[in-house]
């Protein structure tokens, strides 16, 4: 049994965030405990187990879970874009149709699906998350350590998404994950600001601590745009936008709001591909 690691939202190894995947044969999940152990062995922001689902479900679907080191989550970006690019680059998606090859997935936010075009881009179709206005939290601007100018809840994405003054603030955040973590409900914290110039490449900035998730901090986070875009294609006034994530590794996620959904454009790059030894399998 495989187990690859891969860089998302990224074409080059070593930058991006990585995923570990886990293709699993036909046929009914292994135990929650087997995968969770085998994702706090790997020890990444997340693990995806990926599985082909019946024809009859819908030809070309399969199932897909997401776990941290500590708990299943319900959305995963940079995981889904991982697995959607070890799937076509291993022949598994079949032949593409119109230069483009489809895969959906079974997931615990429903079905979501992925497109990957012929330079090897990949489009994700998830869910949007538009965040509404709430008070800053009791506690949450000692945290990050920096002030913070508008609070959002984000609805079933479970982040607190949090404005700050600028591009600088973002990136030297240093926040007290202890304290983080006594927020109540959070799967995450979303920061964001405006970029520090015009023609940068990118429309926003963010970085993403993982709260309740057993993350510090995520490199790239594609479900974090789900509430980003909305938030700055509404402040902009454009659907189709770009996001930098600064942390140490960086990575864009390009985004397009459609309707009730989010398109996220990202590459990926499979970094290394072993083979869990026999005791370790399920």
């Known amino acids: 049994m495989r187990i690859r690691i891969v860089d998302a939202f990224t074409d080059r190894p070593y930058a991006g965030n990585p995923a570990a995947v886990l293709v699993l044969p036909p ?10 152990r ?28 997401w776990f941290t080191p500590s708990l299943e989550v319900d959305l995963c970006g940079h995981a889904t874009l991982a697995t959607a690019h070890l799937l076509h680059s291993t022949g598994a998606l079949g032949e593409p ?3 483009v090859c489809e895969v959906g997935f079974r997931s615990r936010s429903g079905l979501l699906t992925a497109s990957i075009a012929a330079d090897g881009s990949i489009t994700l179709d998830f869910p949007a998350n538009p965040p509404r206005p709430v008070d800053v939290p009791d506690g949450i601007a000692a945290a990050l350590g920096a002030p913070v100018l508008a609070a959002y809840d ?33 799967r995450g914290v979303i920061v964001t600001a405006a970029p520090e110039a015009p023609g940068g490449g990118y429309d926003f900035v963010s970085r993403w601590f993982g709260a309740g998730a057993g993350i510090g901090e995520d490199p790239v986070t594609g479900s974090a745009h789900t509430a980003l875009a909305p938030l700055w294609a509404a402040r902009l006034g454009r659907d189709e936008l770009v996001g930098r994530q600064l942390s140490a590794r960086g990575g864009s996620v390009a985004a397009r709001l459609s ?14 591909d072993g083979e869990l030894a026999p005791a370790a399998r399920p």
């Open 27 to 36: 046929g009914p999940w292994p135990s929650d405990d087997w995968m969770q």
């Open 38 to 65: 085998l994702a706090a062995e790997a020890n990444l922001s997340e693990t995806a187990f990926v599985r082909p689902l019946p024809q009859d479900e819908r030809p070309g679907t399969w199932g897909l879970r």
């Open 97 to 99: 149709v119109g230069g």
């Open 154 to 186: 984000t609805g079933a994405l479970g982040d607190l998404l949090v404005e700050l003054a600028d591009e600088k603030t973002v990136r030297t955040l240093a926040p007290d994950h202890r304290a983080l973590q006594a927020v109540p409900g959070l």
């Open 259 to 272: 309707g009730e959904r989010v398109l996220l454009t990202g590459r990926a790059v499979t970094v290394l």
